[in-house]
């Protein structure tokens, strides 16, 4: 098939998602597939040439802001052209991590306590409540990802430096407790039959400090231990709470739901990835090599089903 793979985009995570349409589309063409790398930087830009490039669909490999919050699918969807993934309204639902965190909730999917916090009301007065009760919080971008903008903190006189850091990413940041144990991501997929089903779980550890965005991107930084070294136990609960998220929030496809699992072994859902990274160093395929995938044959299953969903054909 002839695939156009978008990447690039303007959100912080522009950098990454360029790894991520170089990798996919080498894999894709070693696959077999015909494969041209777009680096887009506005919707418009794309839907003005697309009658140029004569594809069967595209493959997302856009990582925040417009590619991976529903604006990007929902235009692709108005013209009918088959692309990878969630549609629209589960990327937009995804993308509002405060507003997942009440699909997950109602769903019987726990979640960490929190709330959001902008300019108009920051919300000091619950922080202050919240971290004396837990004793660590942690300030992010209500919609953004790896990590960037992200602060922990025990002390409320960092509670404003944090918010600030946040804001500069958009205007509304998700306070919550801080889970403190270990960081665990499930990867999900979907097969011909609409059958949902999770990939191995990956115990994230980084070697010094919490996984943030150096953490996540410097090579040798984080151990990956995939599949992870857990209790079935625990295996068994973060494949059904993974499942219930991602069917919550109405995703298709594939996934990535993010754990907190703490020393007392609760675990938290903390956000949906419906376009996760597709780097070197990324979770999402790590986990495919686990179950027995190549790289180019999961991205070719994740195409042929995307492109089998009728979203596009009224």
């Known amino acids: 098939m002839k695939i156009i793979v978008l990447c690039g985009g303007t959100s912080p995570e522009r950098e990454v998602s360029l790894n991520s349409g170089k990798a996919v589309g080498d894999a894709l063409r070693e696959f077999g597939h015909d494969a041209e790398v777009v680096d887009i930087t506005s919707i418009c830009e794309f839907l003005s040439d697309r009658k140029n490039y004569k594809a069967d669909g595209v493959f997302i490999a856009l990582h925040g802001g417009w590619g991976e919050d529903g604006r990007l699918q929902a235009a692709l969807e108005a013209f009918e052209i088959p692309f990878t993934g969630s549609g629209s309204a589960a990327c937009m639902l995804a993308m509002d991590k405060s507003a997942a965190k009440l699909a997950f909730a109602d769903a019987g999917v726990p979640v960490p306590e929190g709330f959001t ?3 108009k009301n920051n919300n000091i007065d619950r922080a202050e409540a919240l971290l004396k009760k837990t004793g660590k ?3 992010k971008p209500n919609g953004g990802g790896s990590t960037v903008g992200v602060t922990p903190l025990t002390d409320i006189d960092d509670y404003m430096h944090a918010l600030e850091l946040s804001w500069q990413y958009e205007e509304k940041a998700l306070v919550e407790e801080f889970i403190d144990g270990e960081e665990i991501t499930v990867p999900l997929a979907e097969n011909a039959h609409n059958q949902t089903f999770t990939l191995p779980a990956i115990h994230i550890k980084p070697k010094v400090g919490f996984y943030d965005y150096k ?5 040798g930084n984080t151990e990956y231990i995939c599949p992870a070294d857990l209790p079935d136990e625990i295996t068994g609960r973060l494949s059904k709470l993974a499942i219930l998220a991602h069917n919550s929030l109405g995703c298709r496809v594939y996934n990535r739901i993010d754990f907190r699992l703490s020393r007392d072994n609760k ?8 376009a996760p990274g597709m780097t070197s160093t990324s ?3 790590k986990a495919a090599k686990a ?3 190549t790289f180019g044959g999961f991205l070719d299953e994740i195409i ?3 492109f089998a969903i009728d979203r596009w054909k009224k």
């Open 117 to 119: 916090a902008t300019k």
């Open 304 to 306: 042929r089903t995307s």
């Open 215 to 219: 953490n996540k991107y410097t090579h």
């Open 291 to 293: 179950y027995g995938y």
């Open 283 to 285: 979770l999402v395929p």
């Open 137 to 139: 919080i942690i300030v």
């Open 267 to 274: 675990l938290y859902a903390l956000e949906s990835n419906t």
